[in-house]
């Protein structure tokens, strides 16, 4: 299952107290109440707060309604064409997640959302390289085109690098060790896939340290591989079942007969 991805706002020392207080709330899975602390009465405050409550979709599979209210919101207030392409990111990004959680096929819309978005924000700009991500998801969980994905998200990833985006080079990291562990590459999965958890702990992204630890495992051998399950299956259980749709990774293999 892909995960998601967005700013990082506060994730460091001296950032706005509003922001590091969000980042806190999200990073421990708490997304309304992150949301409530921002009041939409601007387009960047309305994208954020869509972009944390289109998050809880992904990992809780709840909330929809919420989140498409917000979007308009944001829809409403985007002006610039930077604003009206991260609006369009999001739009792209709810009906992606919809149609993964078998919610509504909603495939076709995201794909022309995250095309109007491609049109409006340019190569190199702020927004672009999550943007970048975010196609790398959509082609890889709902074209099937591991290629198309491995192209996006080595964009993304070289736009996240660029612009010292650690939370979601944590995400390119991740999403290049999955495709490299498809192929067989043991040890670039694994590479990657331990740069996302080390990336993680780091920012202290709890909801999202689970997924890496159980990623990691994938790639390992035993005993290693059992010992960060287990470590993967506190942190889900501390944070009360989610992501979702981490359970499945995490379910021990029924015992042969």
Known sequence: MADTAMSGNGTTAGDDPLQTAVWRLRSRACWADAAALLQPVTAQ?????????????LYTEQGWPEAEDALRTAEALAHSDDERGAAACERGHLAYAATLHGVRDRADEARAALGR??????????????LDFRRGLLAENLAHSPQSARAAYRRAHAGATAQSDPLLLSFTW??????????GELTEARHGFAESLRIREELGYLVGTAP??????????????????????????LLGGVPTWLARQLTPPAASA
Not at 45 to 55: D, K, M, S
Not at 117 to 130: C, D
């Open 45 to 57: 405050a309305a994208l954020q707060r869509t972009a944390l409550l289109v998050e809880r979709c």
């Open 117 to 130: 978005a491609a049109a409006l924000i340019p190569p190199g700009a702020e927004g672009r390289a999550l």
């Open 174 to 183: 991740r999403h290049l060790a999955g495709l490299a562990l498809r192929d």
């Open 212 to 237: 890496a630890l159980a990623s990691l495992a994938d790639a390992e051998s035993e005993p290693e591989a059992s010992r960060l399950r287990e470590e993967a299956r506190r942190l889900y259980r």
